[in-house]
Structure formats: C-alpha cells, structure tokens
C-alpha cells in the first residue's frame, strides 16, 4: 500500500475532553488537513529549544469560520498537533497552551495564527 497525503490534525480547547475518549465536544475543535484543494489549510513550524524545555509552536490556519476563531480566544484554550500520513497512526508533534491569536486577511483568504 502507498503512501497517502501528508496529514495534520489539531485538537483545540479543553483537551480533557479528548482525553477522556468522550470524542468530539461542542467546546473543542479538532481540524484535519492534508494539503489538498481543502480551503482549510493548516501549516505548523515548531521550534524545540534543547537548553530548557519549552518548545515553541506557531500555527497557521487559512479559511476558519469565525465562531472557530472565537473559540480558539477562549481563556486556558490548549492545541495538541499530530503528523502523519493519511490512513496511518499519527505521531504527537506538540501539545501546549495557546498563547495569542491574530487574524489577518491576505487576498481573498483570511489566515489565523
């Protein structure tokens, strides 16, 4: 079997209710891109600090529907980010609190980070 897409997929908001194996909750998102004609194109650049043990992670995303942009700004919101390959298991690339979110236009697209 051959290699599907690239794929990112990203749980935000109170990751509890992922982890609790409860699925989807109206109060987090989960986001799965990989890179086709989707609208909704996801691009994540992380930086791994090797002296301390914070890790740095800047998010990307085209074409959010404002009330997802919204809930993103909640208060104490969490991103949890895996990479793989469609159709295969996941790896965990980053898991950490989200720090600030801006929304800038670029065209006709609207890009959120």
């Known amino acids: 079997m051959g290699e599907g897409y690239r794929e990112i997929e990203l749980f935000i ?3 509890r209710e992922f982890e609790a194996g409860n699925g989807k909750k109206a109060s987090s998102i989960h986001i799965v891109s990989n890179g086709n004609v989707d609208p909704l194109k996801v691009y994540v650049s992380c930086q791994k600090m090797v002296v301390s043990v914070t890790s740095q992670c800047t998010i990307t995303i085209w074409n959010l529907r404002m009330e997802t942009i919204n809930a993103i700004r909640t208060a104490g919101a969490s991103v949890r980010v895996y990479v793989g390959f469609e159709g295969q298991e996941k790896n ?3 898991t950490g609190s989200i720090v600030s979110v801006v929304t800038d236009r670029q065209g006709p697209d609207f890009v959120t980070r």
């Open 13 to 15: 908001g109170p990751l």
């Open 92 to 94: 965990l690339l980053y």
